[in-house]
């Protein structure tokens, strides 16, 4: 997967900006609040619908003006494919093929792409909100099914929250909420339990090479109820805590038991990586954790994603620099931002192609 072109109109501080691309190495070089960042998120925005800086998307529309435009063209298994968001005050446009796609789940997995950012870091000891929400991301992109269910159950949440929050309780609605919600959370337990598992498996090999130690990683997943492949154990086990916690879902009047309650830990030697872990483990396992996904991504779909490094090496040696590099196959398309072009590592068999980003501009470096 490559993006040959990218077109952005009132995005962040870029007001009108068409660009071409080549596969290999790009890198985007400037000094702080030029653009860099601003660039690599959209080109994420494209492959999630989201920004991983701000939650209210109307932040993204530059000052002034009512909307901003993402188009970009894709090869993608030697076709191109044409994409564009569009957003203002009324809301979001997704468009595939000029063609209006009425899901968000139909967008999501057409073209993707895997970003590390300097904010990634706070992963481990933020809110398990924030580790759900990186989960979810990234199965997105592997799964519309996925997709497609977590927003049914979102959507089934607010319903049995509203519901509860009646003066005289629908006891009966309630049920009826509580079977359609637990059959339909078992699959997103699944998947979730499935793709932390594969992910390890997928991060280990590089996390080993890259942290030049003995550490040994895992991830736990901390279900709302104990964790079984079976289907009906885990329906069950959903029912009776949902029985359980009837009388204090109607007292706080809002449910207290689901998957949108849940947590991942991620542990190093055994103990919370969160804790025990330091700053440059930590950077350690993230960067395993996105070559991890990048890999996953091209088992399922049988190409790889474009790798997004947002300031990624300003806190790596130069030897884990290359190692980084060197690990990724020479077909994955890849956009690194740095204030500084020494940052990027001598490869013998590798070249790359210099940016200068100044102001919300791009130019060519000779």
Request: charged share 30%; hydrophobic share 40%.
């Amino acid at each position: 997967m490559i993006l040959q072109r990218l077109s952005l109109r009132n995005f962040r501080n870029y007001e009108s900006i068409d660009l071409s691309f080549d596969a290999g190495i790009h890198l985007l070089v400037g000094n702080n609040a030029q653009g860099k960042t601003n660039l690599l998120e959209a080109v994420s925005y494209l492959s999630t619908t989201r920004s991983h800086r701000c939650h209210d998307d109307q932040n993204l529309i530059q000052e002034g003006k009512e909307a901003f435009v993402i188009k970009a063209s894709v090869e993608r298994r030697q076709k191109l494919m044409e994409l564009r968001v569009a957003l203002n005050e009324q809301g979001k446009n997704l468009f595939l093929y000029q063609t209006a796609m009425k899901r968000v789940s139909d967008f999501i997995g057409e073209f993707n792409a895997v970003l590390f950012c300097p904010d990634d870091m706070t992963l481990f000891q933020a809110s398990p909100r924030i580790r759900r929400r990186f989960i979810d991301m990234e199965l997105s992109k592997l799964s519309k099914s996925y997709t497609r269910v977590l927003n049914e159950v979102g959507k089934l949440l607010k319903e049995r929250n509203a519901a509860l929050k009646q003066n005289t309780i629908d006891f009966t609605y309630l049920n009826i909420l509580d079977e359609q919600l637990i059959d339909k959370q078992v699959v997103i337990m699944l998947q979730r339990q499935r793709f932390l598992q594969d992910l390890l498996a997928h991060c280990k090999e590089f996390y080993e090479k890259l942290s030049a130690d003995h550490t040994r990683l895992e991830v736990q997943y901390h279900s709302c109820v104990a964790y079984s492949d079976d289907i009906d154990e885990l329906k069950e086990g959903l029912r009776k805590k949902y029985e359980k916690n009837r009388e204090r879902d109607c007292f706080l009047k809002q449910t207290t038991v689901g998957i949108h309650k849940e947590d991942f830990m991620f542990l190093i030697n055994g103990n919370q990586l969160s804790a025990y872990a330091s700053q440059g483990q930590k950077r350690s396992v993230l960067l395993a954790l996105k070559v991890g996904i990048v890999h996953m991504i091209h088992d399922l779909t049988g190409e790889y994603p474009v790798l997004l490094l947002d300031d990624v090496f300003s806190e790596l040696d130069e030897n884990r620099r290359g190692m980084l590099l060197c690990s990724l196959p020479k077909e994955v398309q890849i956009f690194i931002s740095t204030t500084d072009v020494r940052e990027i590592p001598r490869l013998r068999d590798r070249s790359y192609i210099v940016w200068k980003v100044k102001q919300g501009e791009l130019s060519l470096m000779r």
